[in-house]
């Protein structure tokens, strides 16, 4: 009987930690199982920015749109088709999001090396993380296990990603239902120090607010966004007219000066709760690192699946 008793207890303290291994995100989730992960993806996304300075921008931008829709669940890159709909055809994804056809290129070299075996929401995260590295940022060590959705939600992408519109209490909100704090919400806008915008997210900002530098807006930027619109809607400018490939602190010193380009940017130095800490990362690369870290790595464990949740996607664009 106490042999019995044992070998229950065994079964038990197994299951648990079988548990708390597939159950909860690790940075060495992939250490066995596909042990040349790392580099695989570094060196499609490093490829990638060589050939487009922008598209490390746009690969950290898919992280963001996919965690903040139902959690980090790779579901923003499925594609529509006759019979699903996916989320890029949202307001906040449609003509905007990019690098779907990178992650598909990482995708193919890491089935080649491990099939079956990595998911494409840690691509998602992975390929995140590097853009930033690559383009003069900060690292860190990303925490992996996530499954891919076997769902997408175009009304949430409508809905929960704040727009360029915004105001510092809807932007504090939005994050808020995600479990992020003001804090996180200011150092994760630091990501507009890469990228570009689309005309139409910042006509209404560069010719109906007040909050903007004169000039900057008179002739940096009117004469690349037409007042009138469906006249150049799809011109770009970059978020940070400073350093728009680096990832450094330029956009904080921008704001401090009213050249934000979109009205969502500004909100956070416009004589508010946020002021403060624009004015310390616009002084300091070193906080401003440090907590952008702390907040990718909060923001990448937003509702991810895992254990027998969802699947491992062998295409990016489709369920299995």
Partial sequence: MASLTRTFATLALFCLLLGSTHGQLSTDYYSYSCPNLFTTVK???ASAIAKEARMGASLLRLFFHDCFVNGCDGSILLDDTPTFTGEKTAKPNNNSVRGFEVIDQIKSAVEKACPGVVSCADILAIAARDSVVILKGPTWDVKLGRRDSKTA??????????????????????????GLSAKDMVALSGAHTIGQARCTNFRDHIYNDTNIETSF?????????????????NNLAPLDTRTPTTFDNSYFKNLVIKKGLLHSDQELFNGGSTDSQVKSYSSSSTAFFSDFVSAMIKMGDISPLTGSNGEIRKNCRKIN
């Fill in 43 to 45: 060196d499609v996304v």
């Fill in 153 to 178: 939600s175009l009304q949430n992408a409508n809905n929960d990603i704040p727009p360029p519109t915004s105001s510092l209490s809807n932007l504090t909100s939005k994050y808020a239902a995600k």
């Fill in 217 to 233: 807006a008179r002739s940096s930027l009117q004469p690349v966004c037409p007042k009138l619109t469906g006249s150049g809607d």
